[in-house]
């Protein structure tokens, strides 16, 4: 099945482009194929529990990503020169993430820019295994990274597995488990996460269902100087 994939949207919102990702799937999908994608969503967000996951003011302890180009970098490097914003994706296919990454690279990433705050898509997809094709792809001016086994995903409680994931066929080396090199269908939900330099959260956003993503905007005014966060890096909105 040929998936559908809208050119990202220098001026669209998330949920419109998401809007019309549905809509095609639904005009050219297998019925079958639509509704085991829609309840998949739809009990994720039934589950969802905020207590559970990352949340403003939690204490992040060190963690090493991998990047796609090649190398590790850690937290203190990410954090040396300012906060970083962690962009949580799926793996460099998912045509929703083929949306929203380009989508705050043109939204959002020069307001973090301007405040001295760098972006860092992060995914369990492995580097080995093709993650950069999403970077050149769509020639992102921000770093993206591996997550690997999920160790981060996991311990900010984004991770999930579909509960009626099919058997994956045999020799099959592009599906989720082969792609992540787990063995299993765990995939983190879609999320920002500002991590300051004091190691502290300062936003933090879950989002259960994967076509519904946070808006460039949210984070801008969420970390725009006169909202309510202990320390501020000062944002340009214009």
């Given amino acids: 099945m040929t998936e559908f994939r809208p050119e990202p949207s220098a001026t669209g919102s998330l949920r419109a482009q998401f809007e019309a990702l549905h809509a095609e799937r639904v005009r050219t999908w297998a019925p079958d194929n639509l509704r085991r994608n829609?309840?998949?969503?739809r009990a994720l967000v039934a589950a969802f529990d905020p207590a559970k996951v990352v949340n403003v003011g939690d204490r992040v302890e060190d963690f090493s990503l991998a990047l796609s180009t090649g190398?590790?970098?850690?937290?203190?490097?990410l954090?040396?020169?300012g906060p970083v914003a962690l962009v949580f994706f799926r793996f460099a296919?998912?045509?929703?993430?083929n949306i929203a990454l380009p989508h705050y690279d043109s939204r959002l990433r020069p307001a973090l820019d301007a405040a001295g705050i760098r972006i860092v898509a992060v995914s369990?997809?492995?580097?080995?295994r093709g993650l950069d094709a999403i970077r050149t792809r769509h020639n992102l001016g921000f770093a993206v990274a591996g997550d690997r086994d999920n160790l981060l995903g996991r311990r900010?409680?984004?991770?999930?597995?579909?509960?009626d994931a099919p058997a994956p066929a045999a020799g099959d080396d592009g599906w989720i488990g082969a792609l992540t090199g787990t063995g299993t269908w765990e995939l983190p939900q879609p999320a920002v996460i500002v991590i300051d330099r004091d190691r502290r959260?300062?936003?933090?956003?879950?989002?259960p269902d994967w076509l519904?993503?946070?808006e460039a905007e949210a984070v801008i005014a969420a970390l725009a100087p006169d909202a309510e966060h202990d320390r501020q890096p000062a944002l340009a909105t214009g």
């Fill in 93 to 97: 296919g998912c045509p929703a993430c």
């Fill in 212 to 214: 519904v993503r946070t």
């Fill in 38 to 41: 829609v309840e998949q969503r």
């Fill in 71 to 77: 190398g590790t970098i850690g937290l203190d490097e």
């Fill in 124 to 128: 369990p997809h492995l580097p080995e």
């Fill in 79 to 81: 954090i040396a020169e």
């Fill in 201 to 207: 959260v300062i936003f933090a956003d879950v989002s």
């Fill in 156 to 163: 900010f409680g984004l991770t999930f597995e579909p509960a």
